[in-house]
T-cell receptor
């Protein structure tokens, strides 16, 4: 187990609704990254948070937003849900060490279904 | 063109077989390279990092060719438990270090 937890495990919403997903990072990790994995695809980077600041963003619209808290846990918020938002949402925590790429440890994911 | 492209698969092999996965990446600025394994409906897990000199971990061997922008993974003596989707991953590193995943190649090892 990676020590990264996510909640809820499954969620069903309807188009136009808003959703908040949560992630608790591994102890001692100060960086959280969020990814979206559609069925049959590899995960796609949404954004990363480091010390409560957004630190990089992928090609996702502004209705995808996030937060990181002082204890380094994080939230992903998606407004105005669309059918294509149905996916597995993964968070990954890591420690910023200043190396080329810090190893990211993934949580079990939240499976979101939009009807 | 996708940033990371992999063999489409699926690969169906008998136990004990040797199987090779290939991957190409488009951005020459990529700095770090990985293979992740993902079991059905589970999260990706780091299998191994890939270094320019090539590296081995038990039955798994990874190779990187920066000039050709090509990464490979070789699995020897396949086990039933190797059945999973294998994801090729690159990163630009630096302050962001976000991971860029290929679509994955599904491997099924049969008795």
């Amino acid at each position: 187990e990676t020590g990264v937890t996510q909640s809820p495990t499954h969620l069903i919403k309807t188009r136009g609704q808003q959703v908040t997903l949560r992630c608790s990072s591994q102890s001692g990790h100060n960086t959280v990254s969020w990814y979206q994995q559609a069925l049959g695809q590899g995960p796609q980077f949404i954004f990363q948070y480091y010390r409560e600041e957004e630190n990089g963003r992928g090609n996702f619209p502004p209705r995808f937003s996030g937060l990181q808290f002082p204890n380094y846990s994080s939230e992903l918020n998606v407004n105005a849900l669309e059918l294509d938002d149905s996916a597995l949402y993964l968070c990954a925590s890591s420690v910023r060490r200043g190396g080329p790429t810090d190893t990211q440890y993934f949580g079990p994911g939240t499976r979101l279904t939009v009807l | 063109r996708k940033e990371v492209e992999q063999d489409p698969g699926p690969f169906n092999v008998p136990e004990g077989a040797t199987v090779a996965f290939n991957c190409t990446y488009s951005n020459s600025a990529s700095q770090s390279f990985f293979w992740y394994r993902q079991d059905c409906r589970k999260e990706p897990k780091l299998l191994m990092s890939v270094y320019s000199s090539g590296n081995e971990d038990g039955r798994f061997t990874a190779q990187l060719n920066r000039a050709s922008q090509y990464i490979s993974l070789l699995i020897r003596d396949s086990k039933l438990s190797d059945s999973a989707t294998y994801l090729c991953v690159v990163s630009y590193g630096g302050s962001q270090g976000n991971l860029i995943f290929g679509k994955g190649t599904k491997l099924s090892v049969k008795p």
